[in-house]
């Protein structure tokens, strides 16, 4: 299930561009170009009907020849450039050099994906300090000093194991589960696959390392950001399912603005895109344009996550609503919502939470739904955007709490 380092992880960046240009800019320009002749035809009526074959034909011909056009420019500065997204010589690519690739294909459906040839990289292990994956067997010789207690971090929607860095003034996460004598392992894996991927994935690497780990491993606790909440709550529900033994030893899950209920923003998403689509012939081709967005992106609507697509396909109006499932039972659960202004009760609060997350969803708690099971240990309410929020000292002061306890 580790991950070495290898041609997955090339990215050549001509070639995304010219994918974007030719996969995604042209045939919505093209889509609402078509509707709107097709509207100045209707209104011709029997006037243009003798030219409206000539008029689409050499439309046609036009778009195709762009069309061929930008998959010549994109092969030629694909093959001239040689970039492969590895800017170091070493051949470990920067932060910002995976940022970016994370980001490419967090965001990207499937079909884009296989175009600009963004390859699915494995789910891989991190220990904070070393750049390059490891394999739960190397664990013992990576290491210091045994430990039987295990911290786990797992980021968010296009993002890497980078996120958690600190700030000049609050220690990162990482830095302070060291500081409790625990052993810090970093998760990186691709964003845009569905969230149920990611997580029998996790749930298969947490079981290797537990099968690896030098003694016996006590203490499990795990960390997840955003969309790595969700992984996190459906992996523990994927190995207990399949009798793995790892999640009889979590002790403590910290929720750091998880969309459990979903997203405010993915909803709002769905809803113009299918009006789009729905509206007119001219609007259509963008709401199929932001439709392109990654699954990944799509299970953060509702928060639950979705095995089989929900009946109508997941691009049906708020299509995946659900049932919540339960809180892993046995673990200690603490709730970290944001919120942007400082007033708990603020209108913007209310609408917006910390910009992508209410803070209903982030407890757990709606109108209509809540994640069933024992209550969370601790609801912790900090005034930090979701972009924010891992690195303020609310949050260093939790995890420093519950390593404590």
Excluded: C
């Amino acid at each position: 299930m580790h991950r070495r380092p290898g041609a997955e992880e090339a990215t050549s960046w001509p070639l995304v561009a010219a994918v974007v240009a030719e996969d995604v800019v042209l045939p919505t320009v093209r889509g609402v170009h078509r509707a709107v002749t097709d509207a100045a035809f209707r209104w011709t009526g029997p006037l243009g009907r003798p030219v409206r074959p000539f008029v689409e034909l050499a439309t046609d011909v036009g778009y195709e020849g762009v069309r061929y056009v930008l998959r010549a420019l994109g092969s030629t500065a694909h093959r001239l450039s040689g970039d492969r997204g590895r800017p170091m010589a070493s051949g470990t690519p920067t932060p910002g050099a995976l940022r970016a690739r994370a980001i490419a294909v967090g965001v990207a459906d499937d079909r884009f994906r296989d175009r600009a040839r963004l390859h699915p990289a494995p789910m891989s292990l991190h220990l904070a300090g070393h750049p390059e994956p490891v394999a739960p067997e190397d664990l013992a010789s990576l290491l210091p000093a045994p430990t039987a207690r295990v911290v786990v971090l797992v980021h968010g929607l296009l993002d890497t194991e980078h996120l958690w860095r600190g700030s000049a003034d609050v220690p990162s996460l990482p830095a302070v589960a060291a500081g409790s004598g625990a052993a810090v392992l970093l998760v990186r894996y691709d964003t845009g696959r569905p969230v149920a991927e990611g997580a029998a994935a996790l749930a298969r690497l947490l079981e290797e390392v537990h099968q690896a780990w030098p003694g016996r491993l006590r203490q499990l606790v795990l960390v997840g950001y955003s969309m790595g909440g969700l992984v996190l709550r459906d992996a523990a529900a994927q190995g207990a399912a399949a009798g793995m033994a790892w999640p009889a030893s979590v002790s403590d899950v910290l929720h750091l603005a998880t969309p459990h209920l979903g997203s405010w923003l993915e909803k709002a998403a769905n809803v113009t895109t299918w009006t789009l689509r729905h509206a007119s012939p001219v609007t259509a081709p963008l709401g199929a344009l932001v439709d392109r967005r990654s699954q990944g992106i799509k299970d953060l609507r509702f928060g639950p996550v979705h095995r089989d697509p929900p009946p109508g396909g997941v691009d049906g109006l708020l299509a995946g609503w659900g049932a919540s499932p339960a809180w892993q039972p046995a673990a200690r659960h603490h709730l970290v919502a944001g919120r942007l202004r400082p007033a708990g009760r603020h209108p913007l609060n209310l609408a917006l939470g910390d910009a992508l997350v209410r803070a209903g969803s982030a407890r757990g708690v709606g109108p209509l739904r809540r994640v069933p099971g024992d209550a969370p240990a601790s609801i912790t309410e900090v005034p930090a955007g979701h972009l924010s929020l891992v690195r303020r000292a609310e949050v260093a002061t939790l995890l420093r709490d519950v390593l404590a306890a």
